[in-house]
C-alpha cells in the first residue's frame, strides 16, 4: 500500500507563489504516475499535472498551464506541484494521487492523499 501526505499548503496573495510536496510511503513510488487534482467548493475534482514515473513526461491542465509546474524526485519518494502567478480562482483543496497508469481521470488513480487547503486572496 502506499500512503500518500500533501503538505504546503496555506494562505497566500494573487500574484504570490507556493510549492506543495507529496510525500510518499508504505512503498516506493518510482514506478508510479504521480499526478495532482483540485476540488473547489461545490465542484467536481480537478486535474492539475501529471508525472510520469521517470519524470520525462508531465502533463499540466490548460487552466494553469504556464503557472504551475510538477516535477518529482524519486529518490526522495516525494512529488511536488510548483504554483506560480497564483489567482483566487486556485483556490481549492490540493490531492496528491498515484496511479500505474499515466493519465488526468480521478478514476485512473487508486492511491489518494488526505488534500491541502490552499487559498489565494485578491
Known amino acids: 500500500q502506499v500512503q500518500l501526505v500533501e503538505s504546503g499548503g496555506g494562505l497566500v496573495q494573487a500574484g504570490d507563489s507556493l510549492r506543495l510536496s507529496c510525500a510518499a510511503s508504505?512503498?516506493?513510488?518510482?514506478?508510479?504516475?504521480m499526478a495532482w487534482f483540485r476540488q473547489a467548493p461545490g465542484k467536481e475534482r480537478e486535474f492539475v499535472g501529471a508525472?510520469?514515473?521517470?519524470?520525462?513526461?508531465?502533463k499540466i491542465a490548460d487552466p494553469v498551464k504556464g503557472r504551475f509546474t510538477i516535477s518529482r524526485d524519486n529518490a526522495k519518494n516525494t512529488v511536488y506541484l510548483q504554483m506560480n502567478a497564483m489567482k483566487p480562482e486556485d483556490t481549492a483543496v490540493y490531492y496528491c494521487a498515484g496511479s500505474t497508469r499515466y493519465g488526468s481521470v480521478p478514476t485512473a488513480y487508486a492511491y489518494w492523499g488526505q488534500g491541502t487547503q490552499v487559498t489565494v486572496s485578491l
Open positions: 508525472i510520469r514515473w521517470n519524470g520525462g513526461i508531465t
Open positions: 508504505g512503498r516506493s513510488v518510482s514506478n508510479l504516475a
